[in-house]
């Protein structure tokens, strides 16, 4: 797939082949010229070869593969036939693909379908299946019979007087001898990009370069972008006109480019471009493109750029990714918009603000269902913000060629998009015009048309219970005459989406259905009286359905329970034996509500648990009692009644002598985190040093650490709780050496526990404090001073070795987490 959609550059300094050449030395040329995909030169020289020997499959194979891929379609079918036919045919299993893709792109679809169902069959049998291939052709046989439909209905609605004609070639004027894209709107200014520029010492080197045309003037290069030897590509004014975005791009070989996005601010025009923060860097080691800039809006309203891009995160190939524009007009970050994107291209988005009615976001893709090649889709916001899903703009837009790029005017009235289809440009070298060789298409047009006045009927199916898409459903269309008549317009069944489509008149009267198994069908009836300038009618049924919805509860039950989140919940469906089939298990950590679709006359049992908390369990039958009594929606209330956290042994903390300070004050600011860590830091002077004991190795080992990593284990418990709503009280003693007096070491005892506290406040970026100020988290501290355990430890202060580092007093200096309460909140009277 090309990155921009065009070809970059055609060899206008061909190899002189000819009959005095050996037939080596011309498919020698033909191989390096395909290598480098200059593609129509490689046609040429593969031609030539042809003529020195017609009877080989291998050269007829790479005829067909170079017309192909040079958009020669009827060159490459007569070249695959011609391989079809030979002896060695078995050497090309993949032949009868690429014929189908060639018909495919001439809108030759029932012949298309039979070559990639005919390749479906042969395909297993070979030695080696390109299963990449025989997944493709089912999209490709499926797009055959998408185009085949879509005609009869664009032929239906044609008969309409209020049908708008195909759309036309915008001709000489706009259009270039080579490839012209990336249109775009500045007032009634078009810019676009055109590949028909020379410069440089190379007189052969031709770039893009983006040119504007004024209203009845010459298109013009538009001078403020361009640079010199560099192709310029897809401008793109701000809605404020305060600057545009435009990419700067290079070649990668004779067929790809790749680009990177730029901002040019109009207030300063002699600042320097601002190359966007999205773009690839110089150390990335692989080199994504990113192009085709469009800004809009998100479903929130806030300015956007959104773009295409093959970088890593996506979906498929190119994707389209959006990201927040900055004051300065750069762009750092971006996601990708996954609602719309495919496994395969998805490109030029276009995004259209409708004023008063739904925003409108236009895009490229040959990731869905197709005429042949890029079709142009459109999507929208509905009522929930929500991008619909998107549909195909129909065959009298898009073609079996490639149509991207799509764009309308400020006024709305008239749109612009680029396509290879029959009718563009061709290209001809002078050897080819002398050669006549079948060129039908090459480059891309740029091709204009009304927009639609006929109404547009959309019909969007959701359910009711959440707004989310309910595909799967049947919905029909009935046209309603005043004369008492009816006509059936649609009745149609979509597994896959929720948007169904038809052209409708205006002033009519229709009746509209949606219905699923499982769900309440929805009807409503329409009257299409739209204003002149309105092109669409959008109709959103939401069916309703029977739903269970099961909320987690902090127990027991009373009349102000606080929810409890992270549970895990488990729904059964019961049988007539008494048996449970396990339907759905999850656990969600932010929220308390699990919901779930339920079926007419079933019985359900469910269940949920969370640690720290006794489990809790429910039975409901969806009977007509059931329904009548509470309608299509049950809620069911499990309350889990909390269980303490138990502590073995109690978790005690250890210090350093007459740590934290001062010695006459019964608060600090010190943390025991710090205090934990210098501490640590001193370990050596303990189990080493003038006064140190190898003793003391395994007190720091398996007391003291392991006393730091119980709070640690012990803080996220503690969270848990708390976000539950619970109210969690900490018992603790604070103790010390009797190294000093008594009331030295109570006060000292008593900063030891406020450094616990302090720790607590200041845990993970303060997360617990707005607890501890509220005092949901509290604290029973009692300041005991001098240990029991410590009554073994000298007085003495001659005996300083025993006084400070001997295990009795280590083990004296500490603070003991006894006891850890679990209650409800008490709520206010």
């Given at each position: 797939?090309?990155?921009?959609?065009?070809?970059?550059?055609?060899?206008?300094?061909?190899?002189?082949?000819?009959?005095?050449?050996?037939?080596?030395?011309?498919?020698?040329?033909?191989?390096?010229?395909?290598?480098?995909?200059?593609?129509?030169?490689?046609?040429?020289?593969?031609?030539?070869?042809?003529?020195?020997?017609?009877?080989?499959?291998?050269?007829?194979?790479?005829?067909?593969?170079?017309?192909?891929?040079?958009?020669?379609?009827?060159?490459?079918?007569?070249?695959?036939?011609?391989?079809?036919?030979?002896?060695?045919?078995?050497?090309?299993?993949?032949?009868?693909?690429?014929?189908?893709?060639?018909?495919?792109?001439?809108?030759?679809?029932?012949?298309?379908?039979?070559?990639?169902?005919?390749?479906?069959?042969?395909?297993?049998?070979?030695?080696?299946?390109?299963?990449?291939?025989?997944?493709?052709?089912?999209?490709?046989?499926?797009?055959?019979?998408?185009?085949?439909?879509?005609?009869?209905?664009?032929?239906?609605?044609?008969?309409?007087?209020?049908?708008?004609?195909?759309?036309?070639?915008?001709?000489?004027?706009?259009?270039?001898?080579?490839?012209?894209?990336?249109?775009?709107?500045?007032?009634?200014?078009?810019?676009?990009?055109s590949y028909e520029f020379k410069e440089g010492r190379n007189k052969d080197a031709r770039f893009n370069k983006v040119i504007r045309t004024y209203p009845g003037q010459p298109k013009e290069p538009f001078s403020l972008i361009n640079e010199v030897e560099k192709h310029t590509a897809y401008s793109v004014f701000?809605?404020?006109?305060?600057?545009?975005?435009?990419?700067?791009?290079?070649?990668?070989?004779?067929?790809?480019?790749?680009?990177?996005?730029?901002?040019?601010?109009?207030?300063?025009?002699?600042?320097?471009?601002?190359?966007?923060?999205?773009?690839?860097?110089?150390?990335?080691?692989?080199?994504?493109?990113?192009?085709?800039?469009?800004?809009g809006k998100n479903s929130r309203g806030e300015q956007i750029l959104y773009f295409a891009t093959d970088r890593a995160g996506g979906k498929g190939k190119l994707d389209i990714w959006a990201g927040t524009i900055l004051p300065d007009g750069n762009v750092t970050t971006a996601s990708p918009v996954e609602e719309?994107?495919?496994?395969?291209?998805?490109?030029?988005?276009?995004?259209?603000?409708?004023?008063?009615?739904?925003?409108?976001?236009?895009?490229?893709?040959?990731?869905?269902?197709?005429?042949?090649?890029?079709?142009?889709?459109?999507?929208?916001?509905?009522?929930?913000?929500?991008?619909?899903?998107?549909?195909?703009?129909?065959?009298?837009?898009?073609?079996?060629?490639?149509?991207?790029?799509?764009?309308?005017?400020?006024?709305?009235?008239?749109?612009?998009?680029?396509?290879?289809?029959?009718?563009?440009?061709?290209?001809?070298?002078?050897?080819?015009?002398?050669?006549?060789?079948?060129?039908?298409?090459?480059?891309?047009?740029?091709?204009?048309?009304?927009?639609?006045?006929?109404?547009?009927?959309?019909?969007?199916?959701?359910?009711?219970?959440?707004?989310?898409?309910?595909?799967?459903?049947?919905?029909?269309?009935?046209?309603?005459?005043?004369?008492?008549?009816?006509k059936e317009l649609l009745k149609k069944t979509d597994d896959l989406g929720n948007h169904f489509t038809t052209l409708i008149e205006r002033y009519k009267t229709y009746f509209i259905k949606a219905e699923k198994n499982g769900f309440i069908s929805e009807d409503t009836l329409v009257l299409a009286n739209l204003?002149?300038?309105?092109?669409?009618?959008?109709?959103?049924?939401?069916?309703?359905?029977?739903?269970?919805?099961?909320?987690?509860?902090?127990?027991?039950?009373?009349?102000?329970?606080?929810?409890?989140?992270?549970?895990?919940?488990?729904?059964?469906?019961?049988?007539?034996?008494?048996?449970?089939?396990?339907?759905?298990?999850?656990?969600?950590?932010?929220?308390?509500?699990?919901?779930?679709?339920?079926?007419?006359?079933?019985?359900?049992?469910?269940?949920?648990?969370?640690?720290?908390?006794?489990?809790?369990?429910?039975?409901?039958?969806?009977?007509?009692?059931?329904?009548?009594?509470?309608?299509?929606?049950?809620?069911?209330?499990?309350?889990?009644?909390?269980?303490?956290?138990?502590?073995?042994?109690?978790?005690?903390?250890?210090?350093?002598?007459?740590?934290?300070?001062?010695?006459?004050?019964?608060?600090?600011?010190?943390?025991?985190?710090?205090?934990?860590?210098?501490?640590?830091?001193?370990?050596?002077?303990?189990?080493?040093?003038?006064?140190?004991?190898?003793?003391?190795?395994?007190?720091?080992?398996?007391?003291?650490?392991?006393?730091?990593?119980?709070?640690?284990?012990?803080?996220?418990?503690?969270?848990?709780?708390?976000?539950?709503?619970?109210?969690?009280?900490?018992?603790?003693?604070?103790?010390?050496?009797?190294?000093?007096?008594?009331?030295?070491?109570?006060?000292?005892?008593?900063?030891?526990?406020?450094?616990?506290?302090?720790?607590?406040?200041?845990?993970?970026?303060?997360?617990?404090?707005?607890?501890?100020?509220?005092?949901?988290?509290?604290?029973?501290?009692?300041?005991?001073?001098?240990?029991?355990?410590?009554?073994?430890?000298?007085?003495?202060?001659?005996?300083?070795?025993?006084?400070?580092?001997?295990?009795?007093?280590?083990?004296?200096?500490?603070?003991?987490?006894?006891?850890?309460?679990?209650?409800?909140?008490?709520?206010?009277?």
């Amino acid at each position: 797939m090309r990155k921009t959609l065009l070809i970059l550059a055609f060899t206008t300094t061909l190899v002189q082949l000819g009959y005095g050449q050996s037939l080596k030395q011309i498919l020698e040329s033909a191989e390096d010229s395909y290598a480098k995909k200059d593609f129509y030169s490689a046609l040429v020289a593969y031609r030539d070869a042809a003529k020195l020997d017609s009877t080989r499959a291998d050269i007829q194979y790479r005829i067909g593969e170079s017309a192909r891929q040079f958009n020669s379609y009827g060159t490459a079918v007569k070249a695959y036939v011609k391989v079809l036919g030979s002896k060695d045919k078995s050497q090309y299993p993949d032949t009868r693909f690429w014929l189908g893709e060639s018909l495919h792109k001439l809108a030759d679809y029932r012949n298309a379908k039979s070559a990639y169902l005919q390749y479906m069959q042969e395909n297993p049998n070979t030695e080696k299946p390109n299963q990449a291939l025989l997944k493709l052709a089912q999209k490709k046989i499926e797009d055959c019979d998408f185009a085949l439909k879509s005609k009869e209905n664009e032929q239906t609605a044609q008969r309409n007087s209020n049908y708008y004609p195909r759309p036309i070639n915008m001709g000489n004027s706009i259009n270039g001898p080579f490839t012209d894209y990336g249109a775009s709107f500045h007032g009634d200014t078009l810019y676009h990009t055109s590949y028909e520029f020379k410069e440089g010492r190379n007189k052969d080197a031709r770039f893009n370069k983006v040119i504007r045309t004024y209203p009845g003037q010459p298109k013009e290069p538009f001078s403020l972008i361009n640079e010199v030897e560099k192709h310029t590509a897809y401008s793109v004014f701000t809605p404020n006109n305060e600057g545009l975005y435009y990419c700067l791009c290079e070649p990668l070989n004779a067929y790809d480019l790749r680009c990177d996005i730029y901002y040019r601010s109009l207030l300063t025009p002699g600042a320097t471009p601002i190359k966007l923060g999205i773009n690839t860097k110089d150390t990335d080691q692989t080199k994504y493109t990113s192009t085709s800039p469009a800004v809009g809006k998100n479903s929130r309203g806030e300015q956007i750029l959104y773009f295409a891009t093959d970088r890593a995160g996506g979906k498929g190939k190119l994707d389209i990714w959006a990201g927040t524009i900055l004051p300065d007009g750069n762009v750092t970050t971006a996601s990708p918009v996954e609602e719309l994107n495919t496994p395969e291209n998805d490109l030029t988005p276009f995004f259209y603000e409708n004023p008063g009615k739904a925003s409108l976001l236009f895009f490229a893709t040959d990731g869905r269902a197709s005429f042949g090649g890029i079709d142009i889709y459109a999507t929208q916001l509905n009522d929930q913000k929500r991008w619909i899903t998107p549909y195909n703009l129909g065959y009298n837009i898009n073609s079996s060629y490639d149509d991207f790029g799509y764009v309308r005017n400020p006024k709305g009235d008239s749109l612009v998009f680029s396509s290879n289809r029959k009718g563009s440009t061709p290209f001809f070298t002078e050897k080819a015009k002398k050669d006549t060789l079948e060129q039908e298409v090459c480059c891309h047009d740029l091709y204009k048309a009304e927009v639609y006045k006929l109404v547009n009927l959309e019909v969007n199916t959701f359910k009711q219970r959440d707004s989310l898409a309910l595909t799967g459903t049947t919905v029909s269309i009935i046209e309603k005459n005043s004369n008492g008549t009816e006509k059936e317009l649609l009745k149609k069944t979509d597994d896959l989406g929720n948007h169904f489509t038809t052209l409708i008149e205006r002033y009519k009267t229709y009746f509209i259905k949606a219905e699923k198994n499982g769900f309440i069908s929805e009807d409503t009836l329409v009257l299409a009286n739209l204003h002149e300038d309105q092109t669409t009618l959008i109709v959103d049924l939401y069916l309703p359905n029977l739903y269970l919805d099961v909320f987690t509860w902090i127990g027991p039950e009373s009349k102000n329970n606080t929810a409890l989140k992270g549970c895990t919940v488990s729904l059964y469906e019961k049988t007539a034996t008494g048996q449970k089939n396990l339907i759905s298990t999850s656990t969600k950590q932010d929220i308390s509500e699990y919901s779930y679709n339920v079926l007419f006359e079933k019985v359900y049992y469910v269940t949920a648990t969370k640690a720290g908390y006794s489990p809790a369990e429910a039975e409901i039958s969806f009977d007509r009692n059931t329904i009548d009594q509470f309608g299509y929606e049950l809620t069911i209330d499990l309350f889990l009644e909390p269980q303490g956290i138990e502590l073995i042994d109690g978790i005690n903390l250890f210090f350093d002598n007459a740590k934290p300070g001062p010695g006459n004050s019964v608060k600090t600011s010190e943390n025991y985190k710090k205090l934990y860590d210098d501490y640590l830091s001193k370990k050596g002077e303990f189990t080493g040093g003038r006064y140190g004991s190898l003793v003391l190795e395994s007190f720091f080992t398996n007391e003291v650490e392991v006393g730091y990593r119980k709070l640690e284990d012990l803080i996220p418990k503690l969270k848990d709780r708390l976000l539950s709503g619970m109210a969690v009280k900490i018992y603790a003693d604070g103790f010390a050496s009797p190294l000093g007096n008594f009331d030295f070491n109570k006060r000292l005892g008593a900063r030891r526990m406020e450094s616990v506290i302090n720790y607590l406040s200041i845990y993970n970026n303060g997360e617990l404090k707005e607890f501890i100020d509220k005092k949901q988290l509290s604290f029973e501290l009692k300041p005991v001073g001098e240990s029991l355990d410590g009554k073994e430890v000298p007085i003495l202060l001659n005996d300083y070795k025993e006084v400070i580092f001997s295990t009795k007093a280590s083990q004296a200096r500490r603070v003991t987490i006894k006891k850890i309460s679990v209650t409800n909140v008490e709520q206010p009277k």
